[in-house]
């Protein structure tokens, strides 16, 4: 009858790395910044920071971090980093 639904919390490309997965649309919406709302940028901008091993894609979403979120750069850290970058 019915196909059963997908499980949300399952990447949808089956690559089965869901962290990637994210980095890779979080690029996207960075590559298209007017298309989406400032919320979304600022979001993927803050997934870009955090899980790239790029120094330069990591600096540029720190910029445009600065430019969108008008917290201090301290309190944009301490959001994208909790625990100060300690596992």
Do not use: Y
Not at 6 to 28: K, N, V, Y
Request: charged share 20%; proline share 6%.
């Amino acid at each position: 009858m019915n196909a059963p639904l997908s499980h949300p919390l399952i990447a949808a490309s089956g690559t089965g790395d869901w962290m990637q997965d994210r980095l890779t649309e979080a690029r996207g919406i960075l590559a298209d910044v007017p298309r989406h709302p400032e919320s979304l940028v600022i979001l993927a901008a803050r997934v870009v920071a955090g899980q790239t091993d790029d120094s330069g894609e990591c600096a540029d979403a720190i910029d445009l971090l600065r430019l969108l979120d008008r917290r201090p750069l301290h309190a944009i850290a301490a959001a994208a980093f909790a625990k100060g970058g300690a596992a």
